[in-house]
């Protein structure tokens, strides 16, 4: 069975940088768009950014401007540069991503375990 497996979460200082980084655990077909979601304890799942197969990003507009989202197609792998972190960027961040295991299979929706980024002094 395919996952989605992150890395690069921890704690930060406020101000402080960090780079997640996520792909699929087995070799796929194809990967469609690939995006970053978030979620705090109390609040509803946020999408954080989104990127497309053609690399055009999105950003939710409490990130846009501090993240940066991209992809290596070769590798099937999304990354999210975390700059200027605030406190309340805090939440466990969550990888999400339309996969295509097979040439005769459509795209699926996939979700990584999550990982944990928090941003404390």
């Known amino acids: 069975q395919v996952r989605l497996v992150e890395s690069g979460g921890g704690l930060v200082q406020p101000g402080g940088s960090l780079r997640l980084s996520c792909a699929p655990s087995?070799?796929?077909?194809?990967?469609?768009?690939m995006r970053w979601y978030r979620q705090a304890p109390g609040k509803e799942r946020e999408l954080v950014a989104t990127?497309?197969?053609?690399?055009?990003?999105n950003y939710g507009d409490s990130v846009r401007g501090r993240f940066t989202i991209s992809r290596d197609n070769a590798k099937n792998t999304v990354y999210l540069q975390m700059n200027s972190l605030k406190p309340e960027d805090s939440a466990v961040y969550y990888c999400?991503?339309?996969?295509?295991?097979?040439?005769?299979?459509?795209?699926?929706?996939?979700w990584g375990q999550g990982t944990l980024v928090t941003v404390s002094s």
């Open positions: 999400n991503a339309d996969i295509s295991r097979a040439p005769s299979v459509g795209y699926v929706e996939f």
């Open positions: 087995k070799t796929v077909f194809s990967v469609n768009d």
């Open positions: 990127i497309t197969f053609g690399q055009t990003p």
